[in-house]
């Protein structure tokens, strides 16, 4: 059986692996102050073209949004997101549980726009009787696969900052969509088209990490002790750093996740060779393929995915995920499958 | 200008007052062990058939429910409510500020049903990723005026009791609710088919104070402590104590609502005699006439209303609400304006 | 028997009710914004000299501490408090249960120096592995009693000016300590050394009521939705507008805090012929005197007080509290029951 | 310089990075499904005789405390904790921000007795103004290198059992207590005679990761949903299974833990037959020895430690640890440069 469920099914990169025997013995300072760590933030700086940033290693993408959201807000200020939001969808009320409101928006794309923003800010306007909001989460890509453009993004930051929202990117999977082949933006872009957003490493090689980065760092002074609070801090934070010099080094980020695009783009381009349509319109690494259910309880016996929805009584959506690891073989099998699956169906009918 | 914008516009029923008067100088216990309130949970509890219940009173409505909602809800537990409910729409987050996700239910009648919390569940299934859905939060009457029958409050009761969630009544308005026309529900059912209900006082003669009715003690035996905790004993508690004392003594609390409906029923008669209908059924305090705009811009120079709802160009739902303490000559003269203005209104067009 | 366990056993003053009827049918707005709320804000105002403050009436004393401190302090921030402070010993943990440490200061006399302060500083260095001492609270008069002096207050603002800490003073009973005999502080005065601070109207004279009074607004501009959110907005805000009305024209206020002093100066002075000492020194009406048992045993037949502590075997200190409400007739007996037992006593022996 | 601040300086022990270069591309489930994390409970099970645990496995000892704290206390329930408890004294006020008051019980040895919790019990008995005492913290071995003896712990549990409270232990450093000379209690021991407890991996030779034992799993039925909910839940939970794989398979856990002891006490041995003694009694991995202020300026030329405290004008103590890293020879050449120094010192005098 081969594993298409998620971006976190291998280890890490044998690179990041090779690092932490090379450093093993070395003694080092606690707490993110070793100099593995130091040299990753350094690195990362160049890459977002701003020295001022504060550059945090934390270890999973849940902690990390409820890290900045716990930091930026009061709690009678509330969070806006799209109802597919990690935030909203797949965190426990992890947001909830710090206290703050997430207003959601629904979103056929996954995205938030400046005018189902401005709907929100009007329904929410009888001060002090509701909730005020105060910061839009977005993810790119998001957890449908969308990307969001240079322009959208420099529009939802504008209309953000008109009306003192803070803008959060949760960048999970940032990666793949800096390389996705319909993407315009670059890290230098987000940094300064964000107040904060974090770059993930968990689905994108890392034994476990996500790099967080306030790209004006008075807005949270104290940003170290919520970490410690929270109980986020790695006693061996070169465990974190580790990971990050490795995949800032030479590029490695950025080509393992266009591998997994790669990977995800041959599915796309033989799903429609085979005339399957999509769910939504992704260009990274997760798909959502609708597909005859005869043929996906024949690629069950092969393959492990989510069955994602249910389309009509012959028809399914299925979530497909490639990553750093996707075996090209695999794929190119995968390919073949469903085109002689497809046959067979056919036949069968 | 004559108010009709809540039901909390006048101080409270003069024979309160009159207790506290004659009481005042009585030298007695603090934080709710006064002869006062004990004497009115003694009475509240015959009114309810339970001896066994827990009463506690506490100052005003967002208290109260936050209150019960921290006693039985742990942080990773969901409140399931209707889009309407006033945790969700007029609290300012107070439940999420305590940690807890509110999950909607969309409905035009402002009430729940067990196969819309039916649908809740299977949405929240995925375990842990998302919260778990623990307690059910209903109003009666609700925020937009209609009413829970006995078997729609047994129904739900079965389906909650089947599914280990709690029931919990807002009671803001309960007295509405019990002297509508239409009701078929008693205190003492009320006791029976909820897991913790609370009376609401502010809304119908007090000068302040909801009571709290846990139906089983046994749920929350520290309830003390949290309303401590939370800022919610008052020192003189004998001040809700003397409300809730006045009010149940001869059913005065009852006469109280059943004056506030009586009123409303006037209008509501006057409305449909003249034409016009309404946005939901109410058959308690608050109605929601829909109104030529024309006729509501000539009605705000005489009386205070909330515009609640644009329906199209010409026509506007606007929130009417009565009280305890609605003067009946205003009633008929506000009847004889609408009467008035429409003929006003028509000759002009 | 006779209760002198604290100074909220009685209703209101007179004034308070008689007003509560006047006005009783007037239609008001609802949270705060009714005529007499607004009326008492301008009066009390002027009482501090400083157009500029905000303030906000709500319930009772530990309302309003969590209040302050949740509006202040983010979570990683402490509170410094002497042991004996309110928040500390009585709340149940209310401040903890916002997510604040109370770092306490062992004190004789219940008050907080600015070198107790530094220890706490020092001790709390190793950012972040440790929170961060932010807001100091005091207690005017103390919960045993004593007061701050001007110069005392003065040094603690400066002091907590230079290391960027809040000064919060809870007033519960500021009335007490503004009309102690060797008092030189004012209500003007106090606006000027704290960063924010309340007027206790619970244990003076109100049913119920506290003011809270911040000397810059700008500290907390979203203080409304804070209030609303914890459950401390109440509907019918002018039952707190009314009280403070009242007690603020014509001095009332001050005049019922010194009835309540002069009833406490008698029976120190009686304490004091009689040859008994006190726990602490008080010129409030809290008094700490320390007394035989055998003498206690006798009190305790015609009077409710608080045994406090034991001092050794034979003697016992008590707590007394008097009130706007103590009778004079009732203070003369008792001390002349002292004089009374204690030759009853002697003899005895 | 050699670095004697902490007991992780280092990275893991070379089994476990070989073991995570071994399973690299095994696909794996996430969030501790994977058969690493599932056989590494299996045998930490046997180990503690107690097929009915639950054990769940994350990154850190502040994390590991914030989570079984939050999972069994309500917010008005407390812990009792030593003073110099790390949950008190070092977790930037963890347990707070969960909204629980820690008691605190100073203790010469770091260790708390049946008779000091007996006395907070008193303490805290006016309810409801005070919190609920209901869960007591200590740690094993404590943050002053002391050990608890079978017969102390079995007093403790049937104290707390008696007293309807929890016994929580904190086992960041449990390998050095149960290696230690003096040490009579097992694994097995500690399944039986507390609630809960953790074994530390982080300080005894993992990269990370701490193990939580849930000795009745009734105690907290979601404690699944609380992991996820705080951010504790790696996606990549085979991380953490692999460290716990290979330091309790083949003893090793036990193994390093014994170096370490082994070191300190060598260090310990040199310590006292150059005339030196120590501020605490250890016979783990941490120690404090009383040098001459002037020793420990030429030691520090050489080796990175605490000064701990300052005894007098020309003692101090510091606090040295060891680890199952530390080096034979180095802990060889400090000691003779501690006799050599001694000598020199002793001349210059």
């Given at each position: 059986?081969?594993?298409?469920?998620?971006?976190?099914?291998?280890?890490?990169?044998?690179?990041?692996?090779?690092?932490?025997?090379?450093?093993?013995?070395?003694?080092?300072?606690?707490?993110?102050?070793?100099?593995?760590?130091?040299?990753?933030?350094?690195?990362?700086?160049?890459?977002?073209?701003?020295?001022?940033?504060?550059?945090?290693?934390?270890?999973?993408?849940?902690?990390?949004?409820?890290?900045?959201?716990?930091?930026?807000?009061?709690?009678?200020?509330?969070?806006?997101?799209?109802?597919?939001?990690?935030?909203?969808?797949?965190?426990?009320?992890?947001?909830?549980?710090?206290?703050?409101?997430?207003?959601?928006?629904?979103?056929?794309?996954?995205?938030?726009?400046?005018?189902?923003?401005?709907?929100?800010?009007?329904?929410?306007?009888?001060?002090?009787?509701?909730?005020?909001?105060?910061?839009?989460y977005i993810s790119n890509s998001t957890e449908i696969g969308t990307l969001y453009s240079k322009s959208e993004l420099a529009d939802l930051?504008?209309?953000?900052?008109?009306?003192?929202?803070?803008?959060?990117?949760?960048?999970?999977?940032?990666?793949?969509?800096?390389?996705?082949?319909?993407?315009?933006?670059?890290?230098?872009?987000?940094?300064?088209?964000?107040?904060?957003?974090?770059?993930?490493?968990?689905?994108?090689?890392?034994?476990?990490?996500?790099?967080?980065?306030?790209?004006?760092?008075?807005?949270?002074?104290?940003?170290?002790?919520?970490?410690?609070?929270?109980?986020?801090?790695?006693?061996?934070?070169?465990?974190?750093?580790?990971?990050?010099?490795?995949?800032?080094?030479?590029?490695?980020?950025?080509?393992?996740?266009?591998?997994?695009?790669?990977?995800?783009?041959?599915?796309?381009?033989?799903?429609?060779?085979?005339?399957?349509?999509?769910?939504?319109?992704?260009?990274?690494?997760?798909?959502?393929?609708?597909?005859?259910?005869?043929?996906?309880?024949?690629?069950?016996?092969?393959?492990?995915?989510?069955?994602?929805?249910?389309?009509?009584?012959?028809?399914?959506?299925?979530?497909?995920?490639?990553?750093?690891?996707?075996?090209?073989?695999?794929?190119?099998?995968?390919?073949?499958?469903?085109?002689?699956?497809?046959?067979?169906?056919?036949?069968?009918?």
């Amino acid at each position: 059986m081969y594993n298409f469920k998620n971006d976190y099914t291998e280890g890490a990169h044998p690179n990041i692996l090779q690092k932490l025997i090379e450093t093993n013995l070395s003694q080092q300072n606690g707490y993110g102050e070793d100099e593995y760590s130091i040299e990753a933030k350094k690195i990362i700086k160049q890459h977002i073209q701003n020295e001022k940033a504060s550059i945090y290693f934390v270890s999973g993408g849940t902690q990390t949004n409820l890290l900045i959201i716990s930091a930026l807000l009061q709690l009678h200020e509330a969070v806006i997101s799209a109802q597919t939001g990690h935030i909203y969808a797949h965190e426990t009320g992890a947001i909830e549980a710090l206290g703050h409101r997430i207003i959601t928006i629904e979103s056929m794309d996954g995205k938030i726009t400046p005018s189902a923003i401005e709907q929100v800010l009007k329904a929410y306007s009888m001060r002090p009787h509701v909730v005020k909001p105060k910061l839009v989460y977005i993810s790119n890509s998001t957890e449908i696969g969308t990307l969001y453009s240079k322009s959208e993004l420099a529009d939802l930051y504008a209309f953000c900052l008109q009306h003192s929202l803070y803008l959060f990117m949760d960048g999970a999977r940032l990666g793949h969509a800096l390389t996705a082949g319909n993407n315009d933006l670059t890290l230098a872009d987000i940094a300064q088209l964000t107040d904060v957003f974090y770059i993930g490493g968990t689905k994108n090689g890392a034994l476990l990490g996500e790099a967080i980065v306030f790209n004006n760092p008075s807005l949270v002074p104290d940003f170290d002790y919520i970490i410690k609070q929270k109980g986020a801090l790695l006693a061996k934070g070169r465990v974190l750093g580790i990971q990050f010099l490795e995949l800032f080094k030479d590029n490695l980020y950025f080509d393992l996740a266009a591998h997994a695009n790669k990977m995800a783009m041959k599915i796309t381009q033989a799903m429609e060779a085979n005339g399957y349509s999509f769910l939504t319109y992704s260009t990274t690494n997760q798909l959502f393929p609708i597909l005859p259910k005869s043929l996906i309880q024949k690629l069950k016996e092969k393959y492990l995915f989510l069955e994602w929805k249910e389309i009509n009584e012959d028809y399914s959506a299925i979530r497909i995920i490639t990553s750093w690891a996707t075996n090209e073989h695999i794929i190119d099998e995968f390919i073949n499958d469903i085109k002689q699956l497809k046959v067979l169906i056919t036949k069968t009918i």
